[in-house]
C-alpha cells in the first residue's frame, strides 16, 4: 500500500504498472540484500540516526532490508508524503497499524492500538495524537523537546511488518551461521542490536540511555535471522501526560480486573519514556480496530486478510470488552473444510453494527473459469487455473517473500477473479 500511495492519483489510472513494480520486489532474489555494499549502506543509516539521537534496534535493520525488498534501491518517501495523495479526496486515506507493547508482557496481555496516516500518528485510546512529521521527536508533558526529522518510510514498514523479521531463518533456510563475514570485520563495521547499558534522567526530567554501539558485522546479521525481533523504540510522545481522574470509565479502558495493565495509572503509556512499537499482526492479524474508531462512523468492511478463526475470534473479544459494534462471525463445519470466495457477515439487531464482506483466499472457481461466465477450454487454460493456495508446500505461505513470475501471476488474477465474480455481493452491501 506505501508504494501505491506513492503515486497521488494511483487511483484513477490502470493498476499494471504497480502491479508490475511489485513483480519485480517478489520475484527479485534476496541475498543481495546482504553484500558488502549493502552492509556499508545499513551501517552508515544506522549509525546516523544513532548519532542523531535515536534509539536504534533490529526493526530499523529490518526496514532496511524491507526497502531493498520492496524499491531494491534507497527511497526517500516519507510518510506525510501521501497527504498529495489523499487532499483532494481522489484516494481512500490509508491507514498504517502497529501496537505499543510491554517487554514483561506478552501481547495478548498489553497491546496499545497506534495509527499511522499521511496526517497524523497516535492512540486513540489516549486521544492523543502528533502530526506524522514529528514522530520520533522528542516530547515531554505534550511539549515538543527535541524535533527529529522525519523517519523514512522504510522505517516504518519495518516496524509495521516486523512479525516477519522472527521468521528470516525460514524465509531464507538460514539455519546457519554467516562465518564469511566475520572476515569482513574491518571492511565493514556493523553496529550491534543496541544494548541499553544504563539508564539516567537528564536536569530537564527526561530519561537517557547510554548505549553500547558496535560488534563483529556477522553478529548483527546472525542475531536477527535466528532470534526473535526487537520492537521499534521510539521517544514516547505521551511522556509526562496526566490521565483524568475518571479516565477508567472510558470503554478505552480495561479495568474490571486486578491484573489488567489499564486499571493501574502508573503502569499505563505516559509514564514510559520509551514506546516499544511493533506489527500490529502480533496482536490481531487485522487491523479491524483502526477502523472501528467510533468518530470514523464505518458503515462497511472489506476484508482481504487471507487467514481465517484467530483474528476474527480476536476482534469480536476486543470489541465485545469495549463495547464496540462488531458482527457475530458464525462458521459452519463446511465453512472451514470447503470456504467460499466472499462472506457477509452483518447484525440485524444493531443499526450502528458495521457490515463486514471477508475475501478468502482461494482457489474455487477460477480453477474453471477465466474470467466470471468464461469457461476455461483450452489445455493450457484448464493448467493454468489448477492450482492449490492452501498446502504443506504452497508458494502462498506468509513466511515467503520470493514468487515466480508464473506465482504472482496466478495471485493476482485469482484476486481479480474472486472479487469481480461476487460483484453482486459488493454491491448488494453497499
Known amino acids: 500500500m506505501s508504494a501505491l500511495y506513492e503515486n497521488a492519483d494511483w ?17 527479485g532474489e534476496k541475498m543481495s540484500a546482504y553484500s558488502l555494499s549493502r552492509l556499508s549502506y545499513y551501517t552508515e543509516e544506522l549509525n546516523r540516526m544513532r548519532d542523531d539521537g535515536l534509539i536504534v534496534s533490529l526493526t530499523d535493520f529490518w526496514g532496511l532490508l524491507v526497502e531493498f525488498f520492496v524499491y531494491r534501491q534507497e527511497n526517500p518517501a516519507r510518510l506525510s508524503d501521501q497527504k498529495k495523495a489523499v487532499e483532494s479526496g481522489q484516494n481512500p486515506l ?39 512529521e514529528d514522530f520520533r ?48 570485520e574491518d571492511d565493514v563495521e556493523l553496529a ?25 558485522v556477522s553478529y548483527l546479521v546472525d542475531k536477527l535471522l535466528n532470534s526473535r525481533l526487537s520492537s521499534c523504540q521510539s521517544h514516547n ?6 490521565l483524568h481522574s ?27 519514556p520509551i514506546l516499544n512499537l511493533v506489527d500490529s499482526g502480533l496482536s490481531i492479524n487485522s487491523a479491524f480496530p483502526l477502523v472501528l474508531r467510533a468518530a470514523r462512523e464505518v458503515d462497511l468492511i472489506l476484508s482481504f486478510d487471507y487467514s481465517w478463526g484467530g483474528h476474527f475470534d480476536l476482534t469480536q473479544q476486543y470489541c465485545s470488552e469495549r463495547s464496540i459494534p462488531f458482527p457475530p462471525i458464525t462458521l459452519s463445519e463446511e465453512d472451514w473444510k470447503n470456504p467460499k470466495e466472499c462472506y457477509i457477515f452483518t447484525d440485524a439487531k444493531n443499526p450502528k453494527t458495521p457490515i463486514v464482506l471477508h475475501f478468502p483466499l482461494i482457489n474455487q472457481f477460477f480453477r474453471k473459469f477465466k474470467a466470471p461466465g468464461v469457461p476455461r477450454v483450452t ?4 493448467d493454468w487455473g489448477d492450482f492449490v493456495v492452501e498446502c504443506a508446500d504452497s508458494p502462498y505461505s506468509t513466511t515467503n517473500f ?12 485469482l484476486n481479480q477473479y474472486n472479487v469481480l465474480n461476487n460483484k453482486d455481493t459488493l454491491l448488494q452491501a453497499l
Open 11 to 27: 487511483s484513477r489510472e490502470s493498476l499494471s504498472g504497480p502491479i508490475a513494480k511489485a513483480l519485480v520486489g517478489t520475484s
Open 94 to 132: 490509508p491507514i498504517y497499524a502497529g501496537v505499543n507493547t510491554k517487554t514483561d508482557l506478552k501481547t495478548k496481555e498489553f497491546a496499545e492500538w497506534c495509527e499511522f496516516t499521511p496526517y497524523e500518528a497516535g492512540f486513540s485510546k489516549y486521544g492523543a495524537f502528533i502530526r506524522t
Open 137 to 184: 521527536s522528542q516530547f515531554n508533558k505534550g511539549c515538543l523537546i527535541k524535533r527529529m526529522a522525519e523517519p523514512r518510510i522504510s522505517y516504518l514498514l519495518g516496524m509495521w511488518s516486523s512479525a516477519f523479521a522472527a521468521s528470516l531463518d525460514e524465509i531464507w533456510n538460514a539455519g546457519k551461521k554467516l562465518e564469511w563475514l566475520d572476515n569482513k
Open 192 to 216: 550491534d542490536d543496541i544494548k541499553m547499558s544504563s539508564e539516567t534522567s537528564s536536569s530537564d526530567g527526561l530519561h537517557t540511555h547510554v548505549v553500547t554501539p558496535s560488534s563483529p
Open 237 to 242: 510522545f505521551l511522556h509526562g501526560l496526566n
Open 246 to 272: 475518571k479516565y477508567h470509565t472510558s470503554h478505552e479502558f480495561i479495568t474490571d480486573t486486578d491484573t489488567s495493565p489499564d486499571t493501574f495509572p502508573s503502569k499505563l503509556t505516559p509514564s514510559e
Open 379 to 382: 489445455p493450457e487454460e484448464k
Open 402 to 413: 520470493t514468487y515466480t513470475e508464473q506465482q504472482h501471476s496466478r495471485l493476482v488474477e
